[in-house]
Nanobody, 125 residues
Framework: QVQLVESGGGLVQAGGSLRLSCAASGGTFSDYKVAWFRQAPGKEREFVSFVSSNGGRTYSEDSVKGRFTVSRDNAKNTVYLQMNTLKPEDTAVYFC??????????????????WGQGTQVTVSS
């Protein structure tokens, strides 16, 4: 089964950029759809972006559309989340999650059975 490890988080000023990576190991990564979620203190985990198993379909939550871009490189077993024009309200722990399957978009955390440990993103004002 695939295992996931996120990296790339950190502290950035408002308006800055970060690129998160989600590296997979232990399985055939190209069989899995992947999503990014985030969780701020005291809040529920929320959907951010989705990419299908072959990268051909993506979907992002409205508040990040135009600022965040999800992509994947199956040759490198990695999914990326490029985050531009960051805002303080983007501060959260960001998780990648995976589930075997192709193109159907899943927006809820319950729809994914494989999770990384998370990476902290802090945006200062």
């Amino acid at each position: 089964q695939v295992q996931l490890v996120e990296s790339g988080g950190g502290l950035v000023q408002a308006g800055g950029s970060l690129r998160l990576s989600c590296a997979a190991s232990g399985g055939t990564f190209s069989d899995y759809k992947v999503a990014w979620f985030r969780q701020a203190p005291g809040k529920e985990r929320e959907f951010v972006s989705f990419v299908s198993s072959n990268g051909g379909r993506t979907y992002s939550e409205d508040s990040v559309k135009g600022r965040f871009t999800v992509s994947r490189d199956n040759a490198k077993n990695t999914v990326y989340l490029q985050m531009n024009t960051l805002k303080p309200e983007d501060t959260a722990v960001y998780f990648c999650a995976a589930r075997a399957g192709s193109t159907a978009v899943i927006l809820t955390p319950q729809g994914y059975n494989i999770w990384g440990q998370g990476t902290q993103v802090t945006v200062s004002s």
